[in-house]
């Protein structure tokens, strides 16, 4: 469980945060506000770049807290920038990579309780982990790194994918 979780996240929000450095890169070469990135949304009704930065973050910590049986760090959604939000990557990254293995080994019936608007949710470790968090979380990174694509940042598949 540990080895499909924590270093899957972990890697996944390091290609993230190298996706914001072509991003921020993008902007000074092209004499380019960072807030027409960091605030665009690709539909009116979807979250913007920032947020779906935080929310990968939260979804990554959730994901291993709950797994390790541990209490979920509390971030503040206040970043605007580009380093903003290279610091709540980082600070995310710090605490999955504090949480040991054997807290997280063994979680796949461990019962994960989920408190959402329509009411709580049930899973086992595993089932929660596949399909829950995966889902969440390479949804709000896709949309983030589309969100740059469709900006003309120049990034591509191998960007996303990063080193494994």
């Known amino acids: 469980m540990y ?10 929000l390091r290609n993230l945060s190298a996706l914001i450095d072509k991003a921020e890169a993008h902007c000074a070469a092209k004499k380019i506000d960072p807030a027409a990135l960091t605030m665009f949304r690709l539909y009116p009704d979807m ?5 779906q930065v935080q929310i990968a973050c939260d979804t990554a910590k959730g994901a291993v807290a709950r797994l ?3 209490d979920i760090p509390k971030h503040e ?27 997280i ?12 608007r329509s009411g709580e949710r049930r899973y086992k470790g595993m089932q929660y982990l596949l399909g829950f968090a ?5 949804f709000h990174v896709t949309t983030a790194y589309n969100i740059l694509r469709h900006n003309g940042v ?3 598949k191998q960007d996303f994918i990063g080193k494994p």
Do not use: C, H, W
Not at 3 to 12: E, G, K, L, T
Not at 47 to 51: D, G, L
């Open 134 to 138: 995966y889902p969440n979380f390479y």
């Open 154 to 156: 120049d990034v591509g």
């Open 47 to 51: 979250f913007a770049f920032t947020r």
């Open 77 to 103: 959604d206040t970043e605007q920038t580009f380093a903003d939000l290279k610091s709540r990557i980082a600070k995310t990254l710090d605490f999955i990579e504090s949480v040991r293995v054997e807290r």
């Open 68 to 70: 390790a049986g541990v």
């Open 3 to 12: 080895q499909a979780s924590a270093p899957r996240f972990a890697n996944m």
């Open 105 to 116: 080994d063994g979680s796949e019936e461990r019962e994960i309780v989920l408190a959402m």
